[in-house]
């Protein structure tokens, strides 16, 4: 199932306080990225972001999900209501996430 464009406003309204969030649109779903590092997505319209020290350490239950067969698991963020989390979760996240790849 495609996400909803609608829920993708949503998570970045959520998030409008963090200066360089941006999203890319991805086979019917959407990435997420902060300052150019990807660390997350919404799939199936469900918030759901990389695994680091810091996403494991905020988790509220450690739940872990496939976004599609075959890849990582993410973290499934039930906080969306909360944007003062949001924004502590992907700021957080972010030195502890990948360098973008040079293409």
Known sequence: MASSESYLQFIL???GGLEGIT???MMGEYLLYFRGKGFGGI???RL???RTPFSAHLSSDGRE???YPGAKPMFFVKEVDDCAFLKRLVAGM???LPEPKKR
């Open 48 to 50: 759901l972001v990389k």
């Open 13 to 15: 309204g959520q998030l």
């Open 23 to 25: 999203s890319r649109k």
């Open 43 to 45: 799939y199936d319209d």
């Open 94 to 96: 972010y030195e502890e």
């Open 65 to 67: 999900t496939l976004p």
